[in-house]
């Protein structure tokens, strides 16, 4: 299967647009095992999810255990729910080709994180696995993204949009979509004008403080769809004590409602537009 169809599939079983990020933090961790912490959140949010996405700096920090337990941590996840490795991978293209090995054939991820600052070479190791997702950054999350992302071409075109353009070129296999941090919606609104059917990956709603109105608004395409907002810290990290999974189921719930509610909204505005 595509990963846009099991994106799709999964969106559509749960009626979510929600990923959430499994990115385990030993400062906010206590009083249980890692693995456990995952898989309770796991059993307790996977019915609420369109895609988890665990950042891997969080298990490449704690060596040889942390790759085992980003392992068994995926084992854990349904086979029907996509998984996306946010590794930010790039390199030349022997590298690429390792990396790219690595994410899909090694751990078995449907998607994965890509940065596309070196070129054609650093990114169709990727695209090759055409059953994978591929998500190129474009437009990022944090602040220090002016200082280039925004700097724009002789012809006055910014260099995000330089990116969305080169993905439309490069996206012979379908398999490809974009990183848009919520924390920047007219850039999201500008990019998904401009690639209209390419699923993007939104994060930057939770504390980096992007608005989640217009992250629905401008990331979903015409359907409704083909939007990955996520979700970390505040769904992880609801509570610290004992009933931190339920803690997080609630606050999943809370946001996929909010989701689904201005999903609604938009469709019915739209509609009555002549």
Known sequence: MKFIDKLLAASRKNNSLLCIGLDPDPELISGVDF?????AIIDATFDLVCAYKPNLAFYEAMGIDGLKLLVK?????PKYIPVIADGKRGDIGNTAKAYA???????GFD?????????????????SYT????????RTSNPGALDFQNLRSPEGVPLYELVARKALEWNTNGNIGLVMGATYPEELKSVRQLCPDMPLLIPGIGPQG?????????????NGEKAIIVAARQVLYAASGSDFAAAARKAAMELKGKINRLVSEIGRLLSQQP
């Open 35 to 39: 693995l456990d912490f995952n898989r």
């Open 131 to 138: 059953e994978k997702g591929v998500f190129i950054l474009c």
């Open 101 to 107: 090995r690595a994410l899909f054939s090694t751990f």
């Open 111 to 127: 998607a994965a994180t890509v940065n596309p600052y070196l070129g054609t070479d650093c990114i169709e190791p990727f695209t």
């Open 73 to 77: 941590t995926v084992e854990h996840i």
């Open 210 to 222: 992007g608005d989640l109105a217009s992250a629905v608004r401008y990331g979903t395409d015409k």
